[in-house]
């Protein structure tokens, strides 16, 4: 992996730092995406000292709107005249609702929108940066995901614990559109759970905080959430791998509910208008 440009959203906690840190060790040029600057600057102080010869570049960006996608997105194409792996690993748990400044639920925007905008608008320069892939970090809980286009991207229908699976699955329900977009373009794209890891996602206050805290102590620790999605990202065995769903490492049929052709297509249609933009 040496001096490929890996770019990590969410990279500066939990398994996105995880990911940097690997990629680091395999001698990557990574790109860490931070909506926070302090934080950001923190997490590459913690992984230059794990790795002294890593090679990362913090690059501040914030995924929970459209304009600061469109923002992010074109930092990155200033920046970089390759990218040969984008992982989409930022993602939210909300437990309440929350609509950002363009209307849409944040675990819509963050979990889907946000992905699905990346993939778009980085999609010329990942065909230009020779066998390029993409990793979309998604969730086996999508299985319990029920979308419903008029409710769904608004928070119509918020629930503290369907609305993660809803937009991760989402997200799933691109996978097989985006591949077929991209078939024999060079680039891959796979999705992939990266196991139960203990992390600071969905964490909240008060008593149920306290206690999941508790619980998660006995989950796995993010360099276990990392080795999927990295395998994903650097296997040569995977070269030729795409549109697949990943269980950790074990390429997994997708289930029923994100086998949706027809929602698909009206998914794609209005993410790529919310977006604004033209595929
Ligand atoms: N942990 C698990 O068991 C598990 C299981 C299945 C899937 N996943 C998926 O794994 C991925 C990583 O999650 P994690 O468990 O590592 O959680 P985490 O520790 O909460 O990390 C999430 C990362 O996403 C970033 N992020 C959130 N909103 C953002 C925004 N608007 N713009 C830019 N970055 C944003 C966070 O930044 P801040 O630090 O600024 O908040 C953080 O860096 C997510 O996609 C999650 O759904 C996790």
């Not at 819509?108 to 010329?124: D, G, I, K, S, Y």
């Not at 995901?145 to 991760?168: C, E, M, S, W």
Request: charged fraction near 20%; include cysteine.
């Amino acid at each position: 992996m040496k001096g490929q440009v890996c770019v990590v959203t969410g990279g500066n906690a939990g398994i996105g730092k995880a990911i940097v840190q690997a990629l680091a060790q395999k001698q990557a040029r990574v790109v860490m995406v931070s909506r926070d600057k302090i934080r950001g600057e923190t997490a590459v102080q913690e992984v230059q000292r794990a790795v002294p010869q890593a090679n990362i570049d913090l690059v501040l960006g914030d995924v929970g709107s459209i304009a600061g996608t469109h923002a992010l997105a074109y930092t990155l194409l200033d920046s970089y005249p390759h990218i040969h792996v984008l992982i989409n690993n930022a993602g939210v748990w909300p437990t309440k609702k929350r609509l950002n400044e363009d209307g849409l639920e944040t675990g819509f925007m963050v979990n889907h929108l946000a992905p699905f905008m990346l993939n778009q608008l980085l999609r010329e320069r990942l065909q230009a940066s020779a066998a390029a892939r993409i990793v979309n970090i998604s969730a086996g809980l999508y299985v319990n995901g029920r979308v419903d286009l008029q409710k769904t991207p608004y928070g119509d229908d918020f629930h503290p614990i369907r609305t993660y699976a809803n937009t991760k699955l989402c997200n799933l329900l691109c996978l097989p559109l985006e591949a077929a977009q991209l078939e024999g373009s060079g680039v891959t794209i796979n999705a992939v759970h990266p196991g139960v890891i203990n992390t600071k996602l969905g964490d909240m206050r008060g008593p149920l905080g306290w206690l999941m805290k508790l619980v998660k102590r006995s989950w796995a620790k993010p360099a276990e959430g990392a080795v999927a999605p990295v395998w994903l990202a650097t296997a040569p065995e995977l070269a030729e791998t795409s549109g697949k769903y990943f269980n950790e490492k074990e390429e997994t049929p997708l289930e029923d509910v994100a086998r949706n052709d027809a929602l698909a297509s009206q998914l794609w249609q209005l993410s790529l208008e919310l977006a604004k933009i033209t595929a």
